[in-house]
């Protein structure tokens, strides 16, 4: 299903028209005749967007829209106010009151239908991207509004720099750039790109500002920046061709208008917290995974990242017919140092050799803790020789320094016992079995004195 969309509108004909408008295209539609009847069905049903007028029997749906904006949990629930008329100052008042847009009704269908998919389709997008819960982690408060940076792109230089002045009156302490299209393009790949862009629609030619949205789009600096179009009028097929092209808003009329240059400032501005309210929850979902996959304490990855690339690695192996190399390292008499020199400083044992393996191991190789004082190594391309000469190496690099205690409390001498097994030279053998193997070379590490390599030998039939 394509979504659910709450039709609020007092008159009966209207609900029934939009209502058959959306329903053509799929979306499920809710239909509430008053406020407090629209605020049940928002709790009750979860809509993912709401088509709201903007006069009804028992409120004022602009207070209604801030209302809607102030219930937990909707703020970004996409609002599109409808009005018979939808002058310029009825959509600033919108805008100010939190809706999305403000279109007349009767509308258009292709405009009616391109506005809805995109607001549904940017909101998809921010629902992936949360996080929170999933990680444990809340996202940040609202922060400082610090300065926005607006990129503007028009047919000629004059022309921005006119939308530049208009504008700034209205966003006094953003910064505005009277970009070209090509140095709009090579803002697009720096590393203080603009957030958004208020691009002309016709720039040289006719469409030109559509076909520079795309390719500010497939720029990776640009690719996650807010787009508004600036359209001369208002005509449906090329007001659907924008949004469906990429455009995260659009600005019917000319700039220099008093009231268009401010509705274009509460768009922009609109567009800006979505972006930085999406750039978080990105950071978030990168800091979760980040977290899901790393040990807390060494900084390593821990079991749940070294098992698939050690299951990537073994394919890779067996393509192109190479071995690799496995180790399970285990600090030896660990219980020991933790019950004498307390945890405090088992952990500053285990912080140190981390660190020191991370020292004697390439960039293309494999390092996790995966217990209390147990580590995973895995080399690729690596012969048996080659493996136990770097093993070697690694037990001499734990046992040649002591682990120096913060604050003048002394050294603790550490060795490690290393199991060494050979992966690659069999298509039949399991990661599974391949630390197996591992692990129990490193118990014959362990029964013969410790501090040493053992590889894993297989016994005869």
């Known amino acids: ?53 903007a006069q009804l029997l028992d409120c004022d749906g602009f207070d209604m829209c801030r209302r809607l904006r102030a219930l937990p949990g909707f703020a970004d629930l996409p609002i599109i106010m409808t009005s018979a008329q939808a002058d310029l100052a009825l959509v600033r008042d919108a805008l100010q009151a939190g809706a999305d847009d403000l279109i007349p009704h009767p509308c258009d269908e292709t405009d009616l239908l391109a506005r809805v998919r995109t607001l549904m389709r940017t909101r998809d997008a921010g629902r992936d991207l949360l996080v929170e819960e999933d990680f444990g982690l809340a996202e940040a ?24 002045v208009t504008l700034g009156r209205h966003l006094p302490g953003d910064t505005l ?9 090579a803002a697009a790949s720096a590393a203080n790109c603009p957030e958004a862009f208020l691009i ?9 500002g559509l076909r520079l949205m795309s390719d500010l789009r497939a720029r990776t600096g640009a690719r996650h920046a807010a787009i508004c179009i600036a359209l001369p009028s208002e005509r449906p097929s090329r007001v659907s061709a924008a949004f469906d092209l ?6 019917v009329g000319p700039v220099h208008r008093p009231l268009m240059a401010e509705q274009a400032a509460l768009r922009l501005r609109r567009l800006i917290a979505k972006k930085r309210s999406s750039d978080r929850r990105r950071e978030n979902l990168r800091t979760g995974l980040r977290l899901a996959v790393t040990d807390p304490l060494t900084g390593l990855h821990n079991r749940r ?39 405090l400083a088992g952990d500053t044992v285990l912080i140190e050799v981390g660190q020191r393996l991370c020292r004697s191991l390439g960039p293309g190789d494999l390092l996790a803790r995966i217990g209390g004082e147990e580590f995973l190594i895995a080399m690729p391309d690596t ?5 136990s000469r770097i093993a070697d190496q690694i037990c001499e690099t734990i046992r040649a320094r002591p682990v120096v205690l913060g604050g ?30 591992a692990d129990h070379a490193l118990l014959d590490s362990k029964a013969d004195g410790r501090n040493q390599v053992t590889v894993f030998r297989r016994t005869a039939a």
């Open 1 to 53: 299903m394509a979504g659910k969309i709450l039709i609020v509108d007092d008159v009966a004909t209207t609900r029934i028209v939009l209502k058959s408008r959306l329903a053509r295209a799929s979306y499920t539609v809710l239909l509430a005749r008053c406020g407090v009847e629209a605020l049940r069905l928002i709790r009750d049903e979860q809509p993912d967007l709401v088509l709201l007028a």
């Open 141 to 164: 408060g609202a922060a400082f509004a610090h300065p926005g940076r607006i990129g503007i792109v028009t047919a000629d230089r004059e022309t921005a720099l006119s939308w530049k």
């Open 177 to 185: 750039l009277a970009l070209a299209p090509e140095e709009a393009l």
């Open 200 to 208: 002309a629609a016709d720039l040289r030619h006719r469409n030109e």
């Open 246 to 251: 990429g455009a995260d808003d659009l600005l």
């Open 305 to 343: 990242y070294a098992m698939p690339q050690l299951l990537r690695m073994a394919d890779r192996a067996r393509r192109l017919g190479q071995t690799f190399a496995v180790m399970v390292l285990d600090l030896d008499r660990f219980k020991a140092i933790n019950d004498t020199w307390g945890h």
């Open 383 to 387: 012969t048996l020789a080659a493996a």
């Open 408 to 437: 003048g409390n002394g050294v603790i001498p550490v060795t490690a016992s290393i199991g060494l097994a050979i992966g690659g030279d069999s298509a039949d053998t399991s990661i599974e079995e391949l630390i197996d193997r």
